[in-house]
């Protein structure tokens, strides 16, 4: 494993451990799996791990993990305040006390104030007064270090990086999002001022190892031996303003391949092969993407039961891999085919999803558009008949 340094000199693992896709039993998560991934991934050398007050069950499973094998002490866990729920320094307190509980421990070693958007959410934690807080719990241990997660624009993510002497932060960055979100010039102002900079989203939520049948052919061609995800990793360790790379693994294989790549990977490795490969396969994604969603969750859960995720997922996947009945017919079956379906015709354009979403996507409008496309009248009958058969 390849390690780099934090502000203070301690070194972190590369390769971080996002905890937010545990593979799940029906509603709870599958602990032995689990279990049997992250003491493989702390046995290689990962040391950190990201999970989240509001990721169901990751915070009590990753504490599980860690005190039933004895090994707090050989990782970082980087937790996060769901800023945007919070009304007073109560309810902070009240929530933090739940993290430590929920993880089995004392401190945290990277806490984050939950994705930030706007500005105006740090200056209404300072009203409450968050600052001292802060201090306070840096004092007494509880909290090694502090930062944020960010989802919005460069200038706004400037903002915020420029308004509290922040110890790190975490943003969503890869080679489809460079000139988005916080982008490369906000991953270089962090760097420029001493503050590491996670990655989240490495790999859009799939979408860069799920790539076009031309984007594939390309990478084949290249004579890299890459695969998608390799292409997406080393992409990001070649820069060297980055210090962690969060990947949601969730098989042992991932955690295989994702540990074999970090062990090698270095900044400077990339050669103009690769770069010019990297351009390729990104126009051929954006040929065919039909909307931005990254899988991450944060609109759900939907109050009319849309499965907007699902339905964005199958929406990209038709137009991606030009497979429009295969996946039209996988959407109905998995999304159409629940008890409860969760079909975007359900929607009632309350809004509630779009204030959530990182990804600023007008959310109704798509909706509307995904439904049309992976629902024609044809596959709403059908579907109707097949339901009623089975159930």
Known sequence: MKYRKDRYGNELS???????????????????????????????????????????????????????????????????????????????????????????????????????????????????????????????????????????????????????????????????????????????????????????????????????????????????????????????????EITVILSGMNSMDMVAENIGIASDAEPGDFTSREHSLVERVRSIIKEKEKVGCTGCRYCMPCPHGVDIPGTFHYYNLMYIEGKKLGTRTEYARNIGLQKDPGFASKCIECGKCELHCPQHIQIREMLKKADKDLRPLPLRIGTSIVKKIIT
């Not at 004392?106 to 958007?117: A, I, N, S």
């Open 14 to 240: 590369q390769l971080g451990y996002g905890c937010m896709r545990f593979t799940r039993k029906g509603p709870q998560i599958d602990y032995a799996k689990a279990e049997q991934e992250i003491m493989y991934a702390i046995n290689q050398g990962v040391n950190y791990f990201d999970t989240a007050y509001l990721y169901p069950g990751s915070e009590e499973c990753l504490g599980r993990i860690l005190a039933e094998n004895g090994c707090r002490e050989k990782i970082n866990i980087a937790t996060k305040l769901p800023q945007y729920m919070m009304k007073s320094m109560k309810a902070i307190e009240k929530t933090f006390a739940e993290e430590l509980s929920r993880l089995r421990t004392d401190y945290v070693d990277y806490y984050l104030m939950h994705m930030f958007t706007d500005i105006l959410e740090w200056e209404r934690l300072k009203s409450y007064g968050i600052e001292k807080w802060i201090d306070d719990r840096k004092k007494d241990g509880s909290i090694r270090q502090i930062g944020f997660s960010f989802h919005g624009d460069t200038e706004m993510f400037l903002k915020i990086l420029n308004a509290y002497d922040w110890d790190f932060c975490q943003v969503q960055y890869n080679y489809l999002d460079e000139t988005s979100q916080a982008g490369r010039r906000g991953v270089e102002a962090a760097a420029e001022k001493g503050i590491p900079v996670i990655i989240m989203e490495p790999l859009r939520g799939g979408k860069l190892v799920n790539l076009p049948t031309k984007a594939r052919q390309e990478l084949k061609d290249s004579g890299t031996g890459y695969s998608a995800a390799e292409l997406g990793l080393r992409w990001l360790w070649n820069q060297k």
